[in-house]
């Protein structure tokens, strides 16, 4: 069977092409890889290193390593200023444009205006006739 794939492989892909683009997916997973060592530390590397060693991820593991003490705070904590920030930046540009075009003054009227429209004066007159 290894025979026929290396036939379709070699026919219709050429190999030399499958080769090369494996090692540069390979080169690619390698750099990354280094650059991720410097976030996670030399024991994350040594463990890639094996994995990609002996073609296995130790999962159980990686899950009990999700588990520990603070580690689910943590990516709670994470998640939260992931998600702030992309609402920060969503509703910035969307409220800073009302805010720099009408003045001080004009929100104060509107502020006064909504108070009463929503009936703050009667409960204003409520409120004074009760003392």
Aim: aromatic letters at 10%; a negative charge.
């Amino acid at each position: 069977m290894g025979s026929f794939t290396n036939w379709i492989a070699n026919t219709f892909y050429g190999a030399d092409t499958l080769t090369a683009e494996s090692a540069a997916i390979d080169a690619k997973r390698e750099a990354l890889n280094r650059q991720s060592a410097d976030a996670y530390g030399p024991a994350w590397y040594e463990q890639t290193q094996r994995n990609d060693a002996t073609g296995t991820v130790n999962a159980t593991q990686d899950i009990a390593n999700e588990f520990k003490p603070g580690a689910l705070a943590d990516n709670l904590k994470e998640s939260a200023a992931g998600t702030a920030g992309s609402i920060r930046d969503f509703l910035a540009p969307v409220l800073e444009f009302p805010l720099r075009i009408i003045p001080p003054i004009g929100w104060v009227i509107l502020a006064v205006a909504l108070f009463i429209y929503l009936g703050g004066l009667a409960y204003l007159r409520r409120v004074i006739a009760a003392k």
